[in-house]
Each structure stands twice: as structure tokens, then as C-alpha cells.
């Protein structure tokens, strides 16, 4: 599934390729795909995309026509890609979403979700702020450490738990819980509240190297992400706990690498992630 890391990877190529560009054409295919305003569609063609941005796991697109200001959120659920024409050689059968540039170095841009979790809701700028407001919490990467420590501290659930709710921290999801968790040297089911104030600094400088290192190397590729050129992540050649289970700790712990029997795809070091 695209977390953070890779949505800010599509988020750039984007915005190089498409940015400032006017809809030629927003063709449906499925019309389940859009789960919001799907009746204003035809207003999309023939505005022009002002900016993109990123909340969470999900891109917000900004059109602008004749001084009206509409937008496009897109989630990408477990699978969903945006593609440029060039790079959708064999994805054809799962376009779900295509637009047109004309005037564009990349001129069309497919949106392809085979699963279907994945949705696109079209907005006004009263709506669209209400969605992001009940929708996402605050951007990791944009949260001081004050902030981060005030609601670690706070928490009574298990910390994984807490970094995985996107009511929390928006975009995060299992990959880097994971990574980030043992990087800080940190147990999945460890309660905010009984961290110290130390252990909590670890943990904001561990999500924030882990995200801006998996970002500078085109996010994770395990499965079906691609970046909208059709290049793979290289991140998970960088992984370190996620998906090792029985494989050597890298710090040299004499114990191997566990899986939590009680969450699905939780994977810890017992030496250097003891709970607490």
C-alpha cells in the first residue's frame, strides 16, 4: 500500500509534469470510482490544475476555472497508481480514471486500481475542508517535536497503534511503523505515556530520517508501486525489520527477528525493542 514516502513521490512527479496544466479530457471508466460528486466531473475539463498537495496518503488536486475553485482528492487504497500514458504498458485493464494535457510534456495520466479500495471525491472548497479535517491528522514531517511529544505522552494505546491511526499522524502505515519503531529501539506495544521525554525525541528523529530517506530513494517497492514514470522504489532494499522475521538483527543482537502474533505484519528485535 502507498504510505507517505511514496504518495510524496508521486506528489513530485506531478507537480513537474502536470502542474499548472488545463484538463483537456477526465474520461470514466468506472463511475464507482468516484465516491463524491461525481455529477460536477464535467466541470473539471477545461480548468487547470493550480497546485497539488499531499495529506496523509492521499493527493489533492486544486482546479481553478473561470475564478471557480473546485478539487480533486484522490486515495490510493492498497494498490492504486497514477501513471503517465508512457508507463502503462500492461496496466490497461485496470484504468479506472484517465486525463488528458494537450499541452503537457506528459500529456495523459491514468489512474489504475485493480482492487478498487481506492476512491476519488470531487469538491467544493467548503467540503473539501471538512473531509480533510475529519479525515487526516497532523503530516509527520511537518509536526514540531513539541507537538509529537505532548501527544505521545498522552497516549495510553500501544504505540504502533497510535502511529498506524491517520487521525493521528496522516500517512504513516505498516512499512514505516515498523522501520521507524526499530530505529527508535522501541516496542510495538509500548504505551506513549510511559516513554520518556529522551525515548520520545529518539522516536521523532527515527520517523523523520526513515521518511526523508525513504522519499530520497523513490519509496518502497514490495509489490505493485511504481512512480507515475513507471520507475520502482529502491527503499525497501533499506529495510530492516519488515518482513525479516528469523533473520539476524543488523545491530548484532544475539536474537533474530520476531513477528507479534497478536498484529499482523509486526516484526521486532526482543534485544533491542524490549517492552517496557
Not at 82 to 101: D, E, M, P, V
Not at 186 to 205: E, V
Request: glycine fraction near 8%.
Amino acid at each position: 500500500m502507498p504510505e507517505l514516502p511514496e504518495v510524496e513521490v508521486i506528489l513530485n512527479q506531478l507537480r513537474v509534469h502536470i502542474g499548472g496544466s488545463t484538463i483537456h479530457e477526465f474520461h470514466i471508466r468506472r463511475s464507482d470510482i468516484i465516491q463524491t460528486g461525481l455529477s460536477t466531473h464535467h466541470w473539471y475539463r477545461g480548468s487547470r490544475i493550480t497546485d497539488i498537495t499531499r495529506k496523509g496518503k492521499s493527493l489533492i488536486f486544486t482546479c481553478t476555472k473561470n475564478q471557480d475553485i473546485r478539487y480533486m482528492v484522490a486515495e490510493l487504497g492498497m494498490t492504486g497508481l497514477f501513471l503517465f500514458h508512457s508507463a502503462s504498458a500492461g496496466y490497461h485493464k485496470h484504468i479506472h480514471l484517465t486525463f488528458t494535457f494537450p499541452s503537457s510534456h506528459e500529456s495523459t495520466l491514468h489512474y489504475w486500481n485493480p482492487r478498487r479500495f481506492g476512491r476519488v471525491y470531487l469538491f467544493d472548497a467548503e467540503h473539501v475542508h471538512q473531509f480533510t479535517q475529519r479525515r487526516f491528522g497532523v503530516d509527520p514531517l511537518s509536526l514540531s517535536q513539541e507537538n509529537f511529544y505532548d501527544r505521545i505522552h498522552r497516549t495510553r494505546g500501544r504505540l504502533k497503534a497510535f502511529l498506524l491511526n491517520q487521525h493521528n499522524l496522516a500517512g504513516i502505515g505498516n512499512i514505516y511503523a515498523n522501520e521507524i519503531l526499530y530505529d527508535a529501539r522501541i516496542h510495538p506495544h509500548t504505551q506513549g505515556c510511559r516513554l520518556s521525554k529522551a525515548a520520545i525525541a529518539r522516536l521523532y528523529d527515527s520517523m523523520h530520517t526513515i521518511l526523508r530517506k525513504a522519499i530520497r530513494s523513490g519509496g518502497s517497492s514490495i509489490r505493485d508501486f511504481r512512480a507515475p514514470d513507471g520507475t520502482r522504489g529502491q527503499y525497501q532494499k533499506q529495510h530492516v525489520i519488515y518482513q525479516k522475521t528469523g533473520r539476524p538483527c543488523v545491530r548484532g543482537c544475539p536474537t533474530t527477528i520476531r513477528r507479534l502474533v497478536t498484529e499482523r505484519r509486526s516484526f521486532y528485535c526482543p534485544m533491542c525493542q524490549k517492552r517496557r
